[in-house]
């Protein structure tokens, strides 16, 4: 089945950088676009980056553009979300998201909290 695996998160600085990954398993990756979504507390779910496949083509939110940079690694179905010159709203869970065969999939997030 469908799995989404977050990992990689935990306490950073204002104004720090911090790689996220996402492994997963069950579909044929290379086929799906992939996105990251954050909720921060008392907040709605919002989608952050995306990026599809082929050609490797991404798209952000506002907030974060510039800053947050998408990617992707076929071979080890592996979608990654690197962030630099995180900022005190940065605090949030991130999740993965895939829509695959018509289904909503999530992983169980990742805390990325940003403090000093």
């Known amino acids: 089945q469908v799995q989404l695996v977050e990992s990689g998160g935990g306490l950073v600085q204002p104004g720090g950088s911090l790689r996220i990954s996402c492994a997963a398993s069950g579909f044929t990756f290379r086929s799906y676009a992939m996105s990251w979504y954050r909720q921060a507390p008392g907040k709605e779910r919002e989608l952050v980056a995306s990026?599809?496949?082929?050609?490797?083509?991404?798209n952000y939110a506002a907030s974060v553009k510039g800053r947050f940079s998408i990617s992707r690694d076929n071979a080890k179905t592996t979608v990654y979300l690197r962030m630099d010159s995180l900022k005190p709203d940065g605090t949030a869970v991130y999740y993965c998201?895939?829509?695959?065969?018509?289904?909503?999939?999530w992983g169980q997030g990742t805390q990325v909290t940003v403090s000093s």
């Open positions: 998201y895939a829509r695959v065969r018509y289904q909503d999939y």
């Open positions: 990026i599809i496949n082929p050609g490797g083509i991404s």
